[in-house]
């Protein structure tokens, strides 16, 4: 079964978190794992892997942590999870080192699997910190309009002429 582990998942929530306080200062593995309910040593180990790839930078330090170390929108989940798990393959074959696999002519697993590998990697890829917040930050408007039927109306008219 392809999965994704905990590690990989922990990595996105931990980058996402850092990625919704860009411009704000670094922040604590504490109150990361806090904020993202985390387990604190486990992302202790996370963080050096993350640094590693270059998609955080750490400082030492009272007011040390950690930050992005790009924009959001430069930082696609495929990274964050190719950072802490390694490469992400769906199928051996779709791999440099499946290419001399003894049954190639006779499997059809190399336009399958290659196919399901670009989808794979194609989604990861589309899938930055940017549009996870954007989605978040939409779906908590709208559930906010139902919790509070004819406030999204106005928050939306305002909104409006705000220009935004």
């Keep these: 079964m392809f999965k994704v582990s905990s590690k990989g998942r922990y990595a996105v929530k931990a980058v996402y978190e850092l990625a919704l306080h860009v411009g704000r200062g670094p922040l604590t ?14 992302l202790e180990q996370l963080m050096p892997l993350l640094k590693r790839a270059g998609l955080v930078h750490g400082m030492r330090g009272a007011q040390g942590g950690y930050r992005l170390a790009g ?48 989808a794979v990697d194609d989604a990861m890829s589309q899938i930055t910190m940017e549009r996870l917040i954007q989605e978040q930050r939409s779906a908590l408007r709208k559930s906010l309009q139902v919790s509070y039927p004819g406030a999204g109306s106005r928050v939306q008219a305002s909104s409006m002429r705000e220009g935004g």
Aim: with cysteine; net charge negative; aromatic share 4%.
């Design 29 to 42: 593995v504490g109150s990361i794992a806090h904020a993202q309910n985390i387990p604190e040593q486990y």
């Design 71 to 118: 924009h959001p929108a430069q930082i696609s989940v495929k990274d964050v999870v190719a950072a802490v798990e390694g490469p992400i393959v769906v199928a051996e074959c779709t791999t440099e080192e499946g290419l001399g696999c003894a049954e190639k002519d006779s499997c059809i697993g190399p336009d399958v699997w290659t196919r399901v590998q670009e």
